[in-house]
């Protein structure tokens, strides 16, 4: 397992404190406001900044049209079902379910690896993917009797997390011979086209001015997620193997409890605590030097 280089560790702890929080504040977004109509508005805040950071990094823009099919593909299986299906199901579950439930999508993407792109994990990989199985387990444990009332919700963000698990593995496996930032940019482009005309079909009648609350929530995802935590993830899922990119980010869920414990009032149980050993246990196996021999 390759050490990670100082400048994405500090993406990855950049990238874990911007998602973890952004939980919470997706909640409070869409509180009273369409959520669909919510992800697009931050998309289009966000894309120029995304745009404007290959222009300073003189990052290409171009993409060969022989590849745009695969640009397609990634963007449907990293983008388009997590973004919609998870917007969605925010209003039906709580931020810390809600962000439980997406970081499930290691543990898929372990055993995507291992079923379909021949990736056999070593024993101190599974070890992570136990780990981290049993840390959701156990904050999922005061939570699944709520669980009953919301299938819907709950579905939809297993689905999301299942489909973006195996993008990140097809991702890892793309043979798009162009910078990572510039296949962000455009599945950033095609998502926030598709988020537009899904809420033009689908909430116009919804529409109203923001409350300052929502205005903000727009700005943090705008910035934070769209301009940032987006494209960096897709650096490190293209950079890193998937087992240690996927695992490395299962402080996400954590971060996303207690946040919402911190800013919703959700409440905290001694399972909560036992899983943050349990996600450093996942990240470590992955993360950790291995002896050299």
Request: proline residues 6%; glycine residues 6%; aromatic residues 12%.
């Amino acid at each position: 397992m390759p050490l990670l280089t100082r400048r994405q560790l500090w993406t990855l702890v950049a990238l874990t404190v911007v998602w973890g929080l952004n939980w919470p504040i997706m909640k409070l977004g869409v509180t009273g406001f369409p959520p669909l109509t919510f992800r697009s508005l931050s998309m289009i805040a966000g894309l120029p900044l995304l745009g404007l950071a290959l222009v300073v990094m003189k990052v290409p823009f171009r993409i060969p049209r022989a590849h745009w099919r695969e640009l397609l593909v990634l963007a449907v299986f990293n983008m388009f079902v997590w973004h919609i299906l998870v917007i969605l199901a925010i209003p039906l579950l709580s931020s810390g379910r809600a962000a439980i439930l997406g970081y499930t999508m290691p543990i898929f993407s372990a055993m995507c690896g291992v079923w379909w792109f021949k990736a056999p994990l070593r024993p101190r990989q599974w070890l992570g993917v136990l780990a981290a199985a049993v840390g959701v387990l156990l904050l999922l444990w005061n939570e699944l009797t709520h669980f009953a009332g919301q299938p819907v919700g709950v579905l939809m963000v297993l689905v999301a997390a299942a489909t973006w698990a195996y993008g990140t593995q097809r991702l890892r496996h793309t043979h798009l011979e162009v910078p990572t930032l510039t296949i962000a940019f455009w599945m950033t482009t095609l998502t926030t086209l598709l988020m537009i005309g899904l809420s033009v079909a689908t909430e116009q009648d919804r529409w109203q001015m923001p409350t300052t609350s929502t205005a903000w929530a727009i700005a943090y995802n705008a910035v934070g997620v769209f301009a940032f935590a987006q494209a960096a993830w897709l650096t490190l899922a293209r950079g890193l193997p998937p087992v240690a990119s996927t695992l490395s980010v299962m402080f996400i869920p954590v971060l996303g409890v207690f946040s919402g414990a911190w800013v919703l009032g959700e409440v905290l149980h001694w399972q909560d605590w036992t899983a943050v050993a349990l996600m450093v246990v996942a990240i470590a196996s992955v993360l950790w030097p291995a002896k050299s021999s």
